[in-house]
């Protein structure tokens, strides 16, 4: 059997992860390493962007070598990335001038609530499909400029480059500065009507067009290795967006497919074809990918925290050592209902409320409140949060869906899936590979490289598991409506 194969880079929000695929698709090798997250001022997060590459560069190393593959043997590579989480850096030199600034950062609440009294959300909403909030790169750059000692005056000169994690990585790999429709339209900055940087938010956000990256499909072939791991002269064929990629990878590539990815947060794709649609419910447009890896639209609903809430769980509070060992703290519980509500708005409300100035809150705290009764309450905020992200699709798109198919590494607790399942009060189908992030940036890069098309990909994708509902309807009342006060409780909070 031939040897040829595929990497897969996977820079996510807490963690990096390389895979190796083989020719039939199956995962041979595989490398996951965490990183420093860093929380300057409350409600700001950064990561250092020079160890996520350093990260990286040892992650292609270890996954090679337990492959057993020749460099010669790689096709190609592609990557999927933490969005909106944004690089500035010096063209000379290479080095960044600022920390990341992740998508989680809430630092330009201020700026954004100033651009909607200023009336221009209506004008953002149409060119971009977003709506103002912290959480796009655009007010990310406006920030570094303004705050950085003279990075405002290197803009101007044509010395600065921006990027989100997609392009970092592909200048560190190869010395271009590109990235994807699907990372472009996560920025505030570009068209994704027109499909092109747009020059009135670029003037809004006193961003220079010289700072910006090429943009390409997310199937291309945006440059070849330099020296690194072994691995020069490999195409990086395509860069995608970790959602996008997901959607991708589950091969929910025609209009009205969808897709939930739960990892650090919680994101519902519903692919819309060539129609580009503006919710009504407080859902987002953004451009994901067809049957070919070409751009297409897709309606999304972000929640900013998911598997975040359990890794605080284990890391600030040490409530278990590992995130699995979740699952078995809920064992001393009965299934009694539970006043008990856990809103874990660390970085505010995504969709459908979009708060910037929520935070999070336990509230029913009594006497016998235990570390498993916050972890099973925690546990439910991701499942309650993904309930109204449905909500929203289904009165935006007119459809009801029949099922929501799942996948990402929180889907792994069998708790959280069948609570799902509960609250929607419809089946839940697990993808049988839960890391389709990295599938589907996988199987645009095969597909560019020419091992794969869309049929030998169908026949790559593992069966996976089904929850039916089970939760009576007065139980299901009960969980929303103290989910639904205790949301209203925490908006507005940071104010």
């Known amino acids: 059997m031939s040897n040829e194969c595929i990497i897969a880079i996977d820079q996510g929000t ?48 270890k996954a090679l070598q337990k492959s057993e593959r020749n460099p010669s043997d790689v ?12 690089v500035v850096w010096d063209k000379e030199t290479g080095t960044p001038i600022h920390n990341a600034i992740v998508w989680q950062c809430r630092r330009t609440s201020t700026q954004c609530e100033k651009l909607k ?23 990310k750059v406006a920030w570094i400029l303004e705050n950085v000692d003279g990075a405002k005056e290197k803009a101007k000169q044509g010395r600065l480059a921006m990027g989100t994690i997609d392009s970092w990585l592909l200048f560190r790999l190869t010395g271009e500065h590109s990235t994807d429709y699907t990372n472009a339209s996560r920025t505030l900055l570009y068209n994704i009507e027109k499909r092109e940087w747009d020059e009135d938010l670029l003037n809004l956000l006193g961003i220079p067009t010289s700072m910006l990256p090429e943009v390409h499909p997310s199937r291309f072939c945006f440059g070849k290795i330099r020296d690194i791991a072994g691995l020069k002269g490999v195409p990086v064929l395509a860069m995608i967006g970790d959602q996008q990629a997901a959607l991708f990878g589950q091969l929910r590539v025609h209009p009205g497919e969808a897709k939930n990815t739960y990892g650090t947060g919680c994101f519902l794709l519903f692919n ?8 009504d419910s407080g859902l987002l447009t953004t451009l994901a990918c067809n049957a070919e890896g070409g751009p297409a639209y897709a309606l999304e609903g972000a929640v900013f925290i998911a598997g975040a809430v359990i890794q605080w769980l284990r890391d600030s509070m040490k409530f278990f050592a590992k995130a699995s060992d979740s699952e078995d703290l809920l064992k001393e519980l009965d299934d009694s209902p539970d006043e008990l509500v ?9 969709a459908p409320h979009w708060d910037m100035n929520a935070r999070g809150a336990i509230l029913g705290l009594s006497r016998d409140t235990s570390p498993a009764r916050i972890t099973r309450a925690a546990l439910k905020s991701i499942a309650l949060q993904s309930y109204e992200l449905v909500q929203a699709m289904e009165n935006d798109t007119k459809e009801r869906m029949n099922l929501l198919r799942i996948d990402g590494g929180a889907t792994s607790n069998t ?13 839940v189908e697990r993808s049988g590979n839960v890391d389709a992030t990295a599938l589907g940036s996988a199987y645009l890069a095969g597909m560019e490289a ?41 908006k507005g909070w940071a104010e």
């Open 14 to 61: 807490t963690g990096s992860r390389v895979f190796i695929f083989d020719r039939g698709g199956q995962v041979i090798a595989g490398e996951y390493a965490e990183f420093t997250q860093h929380f300057p001022k409350p409600a700001w997060v950064e990561h250092d962007p020079e160890e996520i590459w350093s990260g990286v560069e040892t992650l292609l190393k």
């Open 75 to 86: 096709r190609g590579i592609g990557i999927t990335n933490q969005r909106e989480t944004v």
């Open 117 to 139: 009294e200023e009336g221009h959300e209506p004008m953002i909403r149409k060119k971009t499909g977003l709506v103002i909030d912290a959480y796009f790169s655009g007010t």
């Open 272 to 279: 819309t074809g060539d129609q580009f649609l503006i919710s």
């Open 342 to 350: 856990f809103v874990p708005a660390f970085a505010g409300l995504g």
């Open 415 to 427: 708790f959280l899936a069948q609570y799902q399942a509960d609250i929607l009060n419809k089946p």
């Open 450 to 490: 020419g091992l794969w098309d869309l049929k030998t990909l169908e026949t790559f994708q593992s069966d996976g598991s089904r929850f039916e509902p089970s939760m009576d309807s007065q139980r299901r009342e009960h969980e929303l409506r103290y989910w639904k006060r205790a949301i209203e409780k925490v």
